[in-house]
C-alpha cells in the first residue's frame, strides 16, 4: 500500500488562499473534490485535510494529520497554554500571512510602556500569551478573554487595552488605538510532531519541503 502525507490547512480564512497557493507554485494540483474535508493531490502523495486553523496543532498532535499550515500566532498560544503542545514543531516558515500579536492602547490615554498598564483590563484572544507576557515583566493585569472584534473592547468600557494582531495598522486606527509593544512577530508556518512520524510520510514531506523552499527562494 503506497502511503500518502496528510496535510492540514484552512478550509477558509487569511491562510487558505495562500496555503493552496504555495502548494500550486511547488507544482501540486488538486483534483475538484466532493467532500469538504479531504481533497487529494492529482500528481503527489498527499491529501489535504481541509479544517478550521485553530483545529489543526491538535490534528497533527493527536495523529489525524501528518504536518499542518499554521499561523505562528495560534500554535504559541496554545503552546503558553498547555504544555503537550511543546510536543509540536515548526519544520518551515513559510513566508505568507506575516503579523504581529501587538499591545494597543487608545490613543488619548497617553499610554507609551507596558509598564503604564499595570492593574488595568487587556482584552484580547490570545489570553495564555498575553498573561504570559505581562506575568514575565512583572506587571500585574486582568485578561479578558473575547473570540472576536477585540478592538472594540476599549469603546465598549470593558477593557483598558488590547492584546491583537495587526498587519496593516488600519484597524487600530480606525478604533482611535496605537501599539506600545509587539509580543510576537508571526507567520505561517509548516508544523509537526517532534516525534511518532512515519518515514514514509517524512519522505513525501521532505520532497514536498525541497520543493517549497524553491519556490520561497525564487521569491526572495
Ligand atoms: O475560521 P477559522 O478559525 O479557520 O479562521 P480565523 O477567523 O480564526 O482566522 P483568520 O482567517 O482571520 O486568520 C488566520 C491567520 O491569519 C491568523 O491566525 C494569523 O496567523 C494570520 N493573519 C495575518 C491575521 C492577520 N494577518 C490579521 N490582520 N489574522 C487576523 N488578522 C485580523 C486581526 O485580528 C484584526 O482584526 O485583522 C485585523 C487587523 O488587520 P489590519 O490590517 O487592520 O492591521
Ligand atoms: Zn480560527
Given at each position: 500500500?503506497?502511503?500518502r502525507m496528510r496535510l492540514a490547512i484552512q478550509s477558509k480564512g487569511r491562510l487558505a488562499d495562500g496555503s493552496l497557493e504555495l502548494l500550486g507554485k511547488a507544482g501540486v494540483r488538486f483534483n475538484n473534490s466532493r467532500d469538504a474535508l479531504w481533497r487529494p493531490a492529482a500528481?503527489?502523495?498527499?491529501d489535504l485535510?481541509?479544517?478550521?486553523?485553530?483545529?489543526?496543532?491538535?490534528?497533527?498532535?493527536?495523529?489525524?494529520?501528518d504536518y499542518g499550515i499554521v499561523g505562528e500566532n495560534v500554535l504559541a498560544e496554545l503552546q503558553a497554554g498547555d504544555p503537550r503542545f511543546s510536543e509540536l514543531e515548526i519544520v518551515l516558515p513559510l513566508e505568507f500571512a506575516s503579523c504581529r500579536l501587538d499591545v494597543a492602547t487608545p490613543v488619548a490615554r497617553g499610554w507609551s510602556s507596558l509598564t503604564d498598564l499595570d492593574g488595568q483590563r487587556i482584552a484580547?484572544?490570545?489570553?495564555?500569551?498575553?498573561?504570559?507576557?505581562?506575568?514575565d515583566?512583572?506587571?500585574d493585569v486582568e485578561i479578558i478573554s473575547m473570540n472576536g472584534s477585540v478592538e472594540v473592547a476599549p469603546r465598549l468600557g470593558i477593557a483598558d487595552a488590547i492584546c491583537d494582531l495587526v498587519s496593516s495598522g488600519?484597524?487600530?486606527?480606525?478604533?482611535?488605538?496605537?501599539?506600545?509593544?509587539?509580543?510576537?512577530?508571526?507567520?505561517?508556518?509548516?508544523?509537526?510532531?517532534?516525534?511518532?512520524?512515519?518515514?514514509?510520510?517524512?519522505?513525501?514531506?521532505?520532497t514536498l519541503m525541497d520543493r517549497l523552499r524553491g519556490v520561497l527562494a525564487s521569491a526572495q
Open positions: 500500500m503506497s502511503e500528481n503527489f502523495d498527499l485535510m481541509l479544517v478550521r486553523d485553530d483545529d489543526i496543532p491538535g490534528l497533527v498532535l493527536g495523529g489525524a494529520a484580547t484572544s490570545y489570553p495564555a500569551l498575553t498573561r504570559a507576557a505581562f506575568k515583566a512583572g506587571i488600519a484597524t487600530l486606527k480606525a478604533n482611535n488605538l496605537a501599539s506600545i509593544a509587539t509580543l510576537l512577530e508571526s507567520q505561517a508556518v509548516l508544523i509537526r510532531p517532534k516525534s511518532g512520524r512515519t518515514s514514509a510520510t517524512d519522505r513525501i514531506a521532505e
